[in-house]
């Protein structure tokens, strides 16, 4: 059974940066069938695409985001994690990865970060 | 960038009656090689990550109840749920995925009971 799940500080200083992996489980981030997504929604708000990693390294990202987004992979922990530099408050949200390609099909439970002093 | 636009925001339906949520991109999602429209829906409850319902704009997710149903090409799409039922009050999502680069997600819409 495929599972993700995300980990992490849930409470991140403005202008710091955020750091949260997803670890996968009964799926192999090597995998040449899909790829692996970061997706956050505000509290009472909708999703919001943050971007995508695929085994090679080919990225992409949401261009609201690109200029602070970073994801990596790490086959040998299979896991992959996101990183989102200069935070302020409006990065305040439930963070999910998922797994995808035709629309994701499994999801993480999600994580809450909340950016404040 | 394609723009996802659902609508309505919001809906109230009897038990039993029909929903339908529309959805409109701002460019094609169908691609001609393929002839494949590269549109998923997905359904999320409070407290919970979205699930996916449809894909290829109408292909049902395995064990998804046959009331969901896809539909549409280009950039015009329907979900529609035949017989609402009192499970399916959620907040229901299209998205794209046919950018190579980027992917977008539609605003949502509140599925209610009248």
């Known amino acids: 059974q495929v599972q993700l799940q995300e980990s992490g500080p849930g409470l991140v200083k403005p202008s710091q940066t955020l750091s949260l992996t997803c670890t996968v489980s009964?799926?192999?981030?090597?995998?040449?069938?899909?790829?692996w997504s970061w997706i956050r929604q505000p509290a009472g708000k909708g999703l919001e695409w943050i971007g995508r990693i695929y085994i090679t390294g080919a990225t992409g990202y949401n261009p609201s985001l690109k200029s602070r987004v970073t994801i990596s992979i790490d086959t040998s922990k299979n896991q992959f994690s996101l990183n989102l530099s200069s935070v302020t408050a409006a990065d305040t949200a439930v963070y999910y990865c998922?797994?995808?390609?035709?629309?994701?099909?499994?999801w993480g439970q999600g994580a809450l970060v909340t950016v404040s002093s | 960038d394609i723009v996802m636009t659902q609508s309505p925001d919001s809906l109230a339906v009897s038990l039993g009656e029909r929903a339908t949520i529309n959805c409109k991109s701002s460019?094609?999602?169908?691609?001609?090689?393929?002839?494949?429209?590269?549109l998923a829906w997905y359904q999320q409850k409070p407290g919970q990550p979205p699930k996916r319902l449809i894909y290829w704009a109408s292909t049902r997710e395995s064990g998804v109840p046959d009331r969901f149903s896809g539909s549409g090409s280009g950039t015009d799409f329907t979900l529609t749920i035949s017989s609402l039922q009192a499970e399916d009050v959620a907040v229901y999502y299209c998205q794209h995925y046919y950018s190579t680069l980027t992917w977008t997600f539609g605003q949502g819409t509140k599925v209610e009971i009248k």
């Open positions: 998922a797994r995808g390609w035709w629309g994701f099909d499994y």
């Open positions: 460019q094609t999602v169908l691609y001609s090689s393929n002839n494949k429209n590269y």
């Open positions: 009964g799926a192999s981030v090597s995998s040449g069938s899909y790829y």
